[in-house]
């Protein structure tokens, strides 16, 4: 199967919220130099949902990996190839910069579109700056290709069927879905795996394909911010009143035993 | 799409009973409707639909277009998108309103997409623009650390809305409204996808969303057994469920259902217990909505003493016996 994954670089989800700051005048997030990009979580793990195909049989899968974005950090963007991915392509340009969903699942499109015919395309369920969410279905949308969301596992049937099994409520779905399709990976799937020694050289020595706005038959003047359908009216960070009642005693089961109590008093139990 | 007039609510259905997320949205969107001074409406799709159009009525909504037929018993966008698509085009709404559910989130943006329009997803306020009659909508951004509003010109308007985050009306038997039939012919080559079976992952005891109490816990638990002994008795006595952070569901400590947070449950119990959970934005997201939330860490910085009410800074295998003891005590 020809797979494609789409990657984006964010910076760290997991760094400790203190260290967040806005640019509330340009309705952005400040970098604060300790937090460092990783790839979105979400994505390594579409990333393993692909590779746990590929496994199966390394000569007859291949995966490509779409990353957009401006400046982006080779030792990060990498790391899809370092885990076995085959291919990386990147769409880095300044003018891919402040896009929305619609920007980027546009500019992915063309890309795809590019790249040629495909299987599987898989992302992330979502990515962990602005949490939105669409850019899979979106993708899926205009490339005119069913999906299937939020999938913890993805089975490769024969006759080019794919069986996947999609998040709900109180389960989970199983699907059966005609390729090519588009599956976005949840955390359900399982943790991605580490980049082996073997896997970090052979992507050391791969470059990546750079594609600008122009290669995709785009207008730099039509992508990323300028092709936003969203518009942000402020981006603010609400306050915290932060009135914790820390409960201190004279040991901590005494603390413990005074938590109780005190939740009686407010009539909280 | 100037002409376009009104909201329309996508319901969602099961066994002819309107979830409580379809009647949170025609409460947010009866408002807002008032506000515009023009109807609300709702479409549920679904097989078996019944008396759920009526629900729907006393929930808020002007007409309630019910597309019962067996092909939509499960939902699979390649159906309920020929469905949607029919219905914007009829009912020509302003602004489209759903569930931030499984299924609301699937179907919103392909909608959009389609339409050419933005979705705002996980919606946690809405409003209009008295001057442009535009909705703006507040959603949570970088993991639960800001919050953007958003808008959009293109119309019709779509936003999925946080589990939740409004309140539906009483129900009102008496309110007048219409319901009628909305019958799509479903183009069967347009259907790439189909449903083989659903698993229900059943958990034992008081489901999660909706306990009045909720024991939660996170990574420094260590790994499965305190969930089913300290945790479990604790919820025990206060009746209430346990959750999870996501590292314990990461972990396999304790399945993927119980997980609370941004990709996971988003829950308002009455007390929310977090033991061994550092409270990062993303876990917040799915618990800010707590009535009270009590922290046991051992580390006095963590997040969640910023979030939290009450507190105690300690390890919890010593506190939390102390304190379910004591609890057990006054409860009884």
């Known amino acids: 199967m020809n797979m494609i994954v789409c990657c984006k670089q964010v910076l760290d989800p997991e760094a400790a919220p203190a260290t967040f700051k806005l640019d509330a005048a340009n309705n952005r997030m400040v970098q604060p130099p300790e937090v460092k990009p990783v790839v979105n979580p979400y994505d390594e793990q579409a990333v393993e949902a692909a590779l746990r195909i590929k496994d199966k049989d390394k000569a007859a899968h291949k995966i490509t990996i779409i990353c957009l974005g401006n400046n982006l950090v080779r030792d990060v963007v990498k790391k899809p190839l370092s885990m076995g991915a085959d291919e990386l392509i990147l769409l880095e340009d300044a003018a891919f910069e402040g896009g929305d969903s619609f920007s980027v699942a546009s500019a992915l499109a063309a890309a795809i579109k590019k790249v040629g015919p495909f299987d599987l395309i898989f992302c992330g369920r979502q990515e962990s700056e602005w949490d939105d969410g669409q850019v899979g279905s979106g993708l899926a949308e205009l490339l005119d290709i069913p999906s299937v969301t939020v999938a913890k596992k993805v089975e490769v049937l024969d006759g080019g069927k794919v069986k996947v ?5 109180d389960g989970f779905q199983v699907l059966e879905v005609q390729s090519p399709a588009l ?30 706005p122009a290669d995709l038959g785009l207008d730099a003047g039509k992508v990323g911010a300028a092709a936003r359908k969203a518009k942000v009216v402020k981006l603010f960070q609400p306050v915290k009143e932060g009135k914790c009642d820390i409960i201190s005693a004279d040991s901590p089961a005494e603390a413990g035993a005074l938590l109780a109590q005190k939740l009686r008093e407010n009539k909280v139990i | 799409m100037a002409d376009n007039k009104g909201i329309l609510v996508v319901g969602e259905v099961a066994e002819g009973k309107l979830f409580p997320i379809t009647a949170e949205i025609l409460g947010a969107g009866r408002r807002l409707a008032d506000e515009l001074k023009e109807q609300l409406s709702c479409i549920l799709i679904g097989d078996k639909i019944g008396d759920a159009g009526k629900a729907a009525v006393a929930a808020g909504a002007n007409k309630v277009y019910v597309a019962d037929d067996v092909q939509l018993k499960e939902y699979e966008n ?7 698509e029919k219905a914007v085009a009829e009912i020509a709404p302003r602004i489209i309103l759903m569930g931030q559910t499984a299924n609301g989130r699937d179907l919103a943006p392909r909608l959009a997409f389609k339409l050419g329009v933005s979705a705002v997803m996980d919606c946690l306020e809405l409003a209009i623009d ?34 939740k985050a409004s309140s539906p009306l009483a129900p009102d038997a008496g309110r007048q409204g219409e319901v009628v039939v909305f019958a799509v012919a479903l183009d069967a080559a347009k259907i790439k996808a189909r449903v083989l079976e659903t698993i229900k992952e059943e958990v034992a005891g008081i489901k999660i969303e909706d306990a009045a109490a909720v024991v939660a816990g996170g990574r420094g638990l260590g790994g499965p057994e305190p969930f089913t002994k300290e945790l479990a008795d604790l919820a025990k006595i206060l009746k209430g469920a346990i959750g999870a952070s996501r590292p314990p569901c990461d972990n396999k400590w304790v399945p993927d259902s119980i997980q609370v947070g941004l990709t996971g449950k988003i829950i308002a119990p009455e007390l929310y217990i977090a033991v061994g959970i550092s409270g990062s934005s993303q876990h917040m997201s799915g618990c800010s909505g707590s009535k009270c939330i009590v922290a046991i860490n051992k580390d006095p910085e963590a997040n969640i003493f910023k ?7 300690g390890d919890w295998k010593v506190v939390l016996p102390a304190f379910t003891a004591k609890v057990k005590e006054l409860v009884q």
């Open chain 1, 165 to 169: 099994e999609r998040v709900v409520a």
């Open chain 1, 183 to 212: 599956i976005t990976i949840s955390n359900e799937l399982g943790e991605a795996r580490y980049a082996t020694l073997k896997g970090i050289m052979a992507a050391s020595k791969k470059q990546p394909v750079i594609w600008k």
């Open chain 2, 78 to 84: 390649c159906t309920y998108m020929q469905v949607m």
């Open chain 2, 130 to 163: 008295p001057a442009t009659k535009l909705l703006q909508c507040t959603r949570a951004v970088y993991g639960g650390n800001a919050k953007a509003i958003f808008t959009s010109e293109a119309i019709p308007q779509i936003a999925t809305v946080r589990v």
């Open chain 2, 307 to 313: 979030e939290a009410r009450f507190g105690v800074v």
